[in-house]
């Protein structure tokens, strides 16, 4: 049981450029979300899904795509990357998605310098 | 807007108690939960408050007043090992929705 995993780690961009950041869990999770986490801002939520085929978006949804073919996989879209981009992003997944209820459970992160 | 308000640094002596606060203001309230987070790592879950009172975890306790739109968690006994940044979290505009404080990064001394 791998919980929930991300891909890449590290990754650094030009500005303009494109790219998919990668989330799996293996914990038959209906809700699936992305945040970002930028110094002294806490979490910022990005999407959400509640399910295979739906989605929705959080607070800070612009320059960022995502879908949800799989119970599993939860990736997301950076369509034109931009240095304001620049941040650390986490995957999270729950049983449920009541969010003030379910326990999230974390990915490690992925750190993305947009230059 | 919704918000959740924590100081931004606390710093404690090893072996003490420390209290972490979080005042909020969100449209629907139902609950509060703590998460914790070390440098360079991802936030893993701690506490949660459904209900007003305080809730026990261990070293860890988690207390919530919606009346007062108040929360706080405790830590006892403190080890090198609880240094790290402690966000609260709560339903945002729905409940598929956590919004986050911008976390309390807990500084402990020998």
């Known amino acids: 049981n791998a919980g929930v995993t991300q891909t890449p780690k590290f990754q650094v961009l030009k500005t303009g450029q494109s790219m998919t950041l990668q989330c799996a869990q293996d914990m038959n999770h209906e809700y699936m979300s992305w945040y970002r986490q930028d110094p002294g801002m806490g979490l910022r939520l990005i999407h959400y899904?509640?399910?295979?085929?739906?989605?929705d978006q959080g607070e800070v949804p612009n320059g960022y795509n995502v879908s949800r073919s799989t119970t599993e996989d939860f990736p997301l879209r950076l369509l034109s990357a931009a240095p304001s981009q620049t941040s650390v992003y986490f995957c999270a997944s729950s049983l449920l998605g009541t969010g003030d209820t379910d326990t999230q459970y974390f990915g490690p992160g992925t750190r993305l310098t947009v230059l | 807007g919704q918000s959740l308000e924590q100081p931004s640094e606390v710093t404690a002596v090893e072996g003490a108690i420390v209290q972490i606060n979080c005042t909020y203001q969100t449209s629907g309230f139902y609950g509060l939960s703590w998460y914790q987070q070390h440098d360079g790592g991802a936030p893993t879950f701690l506490s949660y408050n459904g209900l007003d009172g305080l809730e026990e975890t261990g070293r860890f306790s988690s207390f919530l007043s919606r009346s007062d739109s108040y929360g706080y968690l405790l830590l006892q006994e403190l080890q090198m090992k609880d240094s790290a940044s402690y966000f609260c979290a709560g339903p945002g505009d729905s409940n598929y929705q956590l919004i986050w404080g911008a976390g309390t990064k807990l500084i402990i001394k020998p």
């Open positions: 899904s509640v399910g295979a085929g739906i989605t």
